[in-house]
């Protein structure tokens, strides 16, 4: 059964995870230079050993998405939606006590299986019970609502100690899990249980050319924002010194900014989408920003450090349109296999991370930190554009029917 309210219990309980969600995903890029300091690490370790970590958590994200995917489609929305937040919360609090690189990586693997569920559990809960008309200002409100997240863990990152912070990202998680406001299982999901259709069977994405395309197209599209944040910004220190940017760069700050970017970014393309009455001409304007962004801040020589702060910024506004690349991928494919989709692809995107920082690590032995970054850079963004192109826009597809698996 579909809503007519826009804020409902279901927007408010997603955008509210999504919110925890993004604060714990994002710390770790913040607090990794003073937390790998605190357990003795120094030099270019703090690079090397930082992509390890973040390479864990990615891969955590990785098999995650594909595990509460699954239990999304067979178990319903709900299930995912308190789970994962419940998974994150507890491992977020553990890697406030750790003490090795170890254990640190352990801690940053299992909060990633956690992070991966509740992004897609929320827009797959939040797509089904709005009506087509209010589903995608619904699905913008939870992404603004949730990557403030960001801002708030930059913010709390310059404040208290790398530990408190963890503290801070679990309890909240947890306080929200207590309040379990009356959120509704969606309508859809239920009417489908209730038949002999199949349900979450991943592999079925691979069995036919129809949809694998499909699913790897609207996987594709969204390669480039971590491109953005996972590598341009988060080593935002070492480019600085590239660039040669004479002031000390701090990562947190420079990832505040993004996300600040990306929060009015994710609003002006909800409702550009909205205004246009397309999901994918919106996209197709934002990657051409992106290419205008990247392009920018890797030639920026000299600058001061407020302006490469600024640049961070823009560039987080360019990748602004993670609200329309989820929803995209939510009104893809039928309810039978939609909390499969939905939270698989987001976390494909952030798994596509390791091999590009791996990629990027490579090229920057063989060449230099900013020609490793605009190689990258070209071949992200070709694979977005060319991933886009021929993709059907979906802002006035009806959501309640079933896919044959």
């Not at 924002?225 to 420079?254: C, D, H, M, Q, R």
């Amino acid at each position: 059964m579909q809503s007519s309210r826009l804020v409902n219990s279901a927007v408010v309980v997603a955008a509210l995870g999504y919110f925890v969600d993004i604060y714990d995903l994002i710390l770790f890029s913040i607090v990794r230079i003073p937390s790998l300091k605190s357990l003795g690490v120094q030099g270019d370790d703090l690079t090397s050993i930082g992509i390890f970590l973040i390479d864990m958590q990615m891969l955590g994200m990785l098999i995650g998405g594909i595990l509460w995917g699954i239990m999304g489609d067979k178990r319903g929305r709900l299930s995912v939606l308190f789970g994962s937040i419940f998974l994150y919360s507890a491992a977020n609090i553990a890697n406030g006590f750790v003490n090795s690189i170890e254990s640190y990586a352990v801690w940053r693997f299992i909060a990633g299986i956690g992070l991966a569920g509740e992004l897609g559990a929320g827009i797959t809960l939040v797509a089904e019970v709005l009506p087509k008309e209010k589903r995608g200002i619904g699905t913008m409100i939870v992404a603004v609502i949730g990557l403030m997240g960001a801002v708030v863990a930059g913010l709390l990152a310059d404040i208290f100690d790398w530990r408190t912070c963890y503290f801070i990202g679990g309890g909240l998680g947890m306080a929200l899990l207590l309040l379990r406001i009356g959120v509704h299982e969606s309508g859809m999901f239920k009417h489908v249980q209730g038949k002999q259709a199949s349900r979450g069977e991943f592999l079925a994405l691979f069995t036919n050319r129809k949809r694998l395309v499909k699913y790897l197209r609207c996987i594709f599209i969204g390669l480039t924002t971590w491109y953005v944040i996972g590598i341009l910004v988060t080593f935002s220190p070492e480019f600085a010194k590239a660039l040669g940017v004479k002031e000390p760069i701090k990562a947190g700050w420079a990832i505040l900014c993004a996300y600040t970017g990306l929060v009015v970014g994710d609003l002006v393309s909800g409702l550009l989408s909205q205004l246009l009455k397309s999901r994918t001409k919106v996209m197709f304007i934002f990657l051409l920003l992106d290419l205008v962004a990247v392009s920018i801040y890797l030639t920026a020589k000299g600058v001061s450090a407020n302006t490469l702060y600024f640049l961070c910024g823009v560039l987080g506004f360019s990748v602004g349109f993670w609200v329309i690349f989820v929803t995209i991928a939510a009104e893809q494919f039928g309810t039978n296999i939609r909390a499969t989709v939905t939270t698989t692809v987001p976390n494909f995107v952030r798994g596509a991370l390791v091999p590009l920082t791996a990629a990027f690590q490579y090229l920057k032995g063989q060449t230099d930190i900013i020609t490793a970054a605009i190689l990258i850079g070209i071949f992200s963004l070709a694979v977005a554009l060319f991933s886009l192109y021929g993709l059907k826009d979906t802002f006035h597809e009806e959501l309640n029917y079933t896919e044959e698996l």
